[in-house]
């Protein structure tokens, strides 16, 4: 069964910083292409970013280009955010999402709540 | 950036009854790239309808999709009480992937 659990989320003010991870179970993580996908709460999706899966290949949404970075850790099938410079407009539920081809979405995680807030 | 519109923004209808869901993209995006997403309060999404028209797995076939080049439609042909959810379409025609805005399916 695939699963993906994210942790990470919480609290932090404007202008700090927070990680956000993903562990992956049940698939070769490996061979797969992964994303970040967030939403405002009450309101719409949003794509963030995703990686290929030898993390040679990353993208962004204009959003979050220079602020945010997608990593990986193969080794340990995880996937990261990284989060620098985090704005109001940056609260959000962060799902970790496998993506099949296209790329479409398949498997979704239950989401980590980032607040940012003074 | 490629902007998908989703209409109506609300539906209200009652089970058993046909749903039809509206997606219109900004510019033409190959039938292959546009697919479906259904979410329920407190749930993540769950992919329901790819290339346009194939069923994820476990989506029952009262489910279907149809469309090309700006203008896809995603069919529900006989509501049942656990299809009343936040629909939205999504497009990956290049490296930038966007999300329609929603369409809520609500019981009338």
């Known amino acids: 069964e695939v699963q993906l659990v994210e942790s990470g989320g919480g609290l932090v003010q404007p202008g700090g910083s927070l990680r956000l991870s993903c562990a992956a179970s049940?698939?070769?993580?490996?061979?797969?292409?992964m994303s970040w996908v967030r939403q405002d709460p009450g309101k719409g999706l949003e794509w963030v970013a995703h990686?290929?899966?030898?993390?040679?290949?990353?993208y962004y949404v204009d959003s979050v280009k220079g602020r945010f970075t997608i990593s990986r850790d193969n080794a340990n099938n995880s996937l990261y955010l990284q989060m620098n410079s985090l704005r109001a407009e940056d609260t959000a539920v962060y799902y970790c999402a496998r993506i099949s081809s296209g790329p479409i979405f398949d498997y979704w995680g239950q989401g980590a709540l980032v607040t940012v807030s003074s | 950036e490629i902007v998908l519109t989703q209409s109506p923004g609300t539906l209200s209808l009652s089970p058993g009854e046909r749903a039809t869901l509206s997606c219109w993209a900004s510019e033409s995006i190959s039938s292959r790239h546009l697919a479906w997403y259904q979410q329920k309060p407190g749930q993540a999404p769950r992919l329901v309808i790819y290339?346009?028209?194939t069923r994820a797995t476990g989506i029952p076939d009262r489910f279907s999709g149809s469309g090309s080049g700006t203008d896809f439609t995603l069919t529900i042909s006989r509501l049942e009480p656990e299809d009343f959810a936040v629909y939205y379409c999504?497009?990956?025609?290049?490296?930038?992937?966007?999300f329609g805005q929603g369409t809520k399916l609500e019981i009338k």
């Open positions: 049940g698939f070769t993580f490996r061979s797969c292409w």
């Open positions: 999504q497009q990956c025609g290049s490296s930038i992937v966007t």
């Open positions: 290339g346009s028209t």
């Open positions: 990686i290929k899966p030898d993390g040679s290949e990353r």
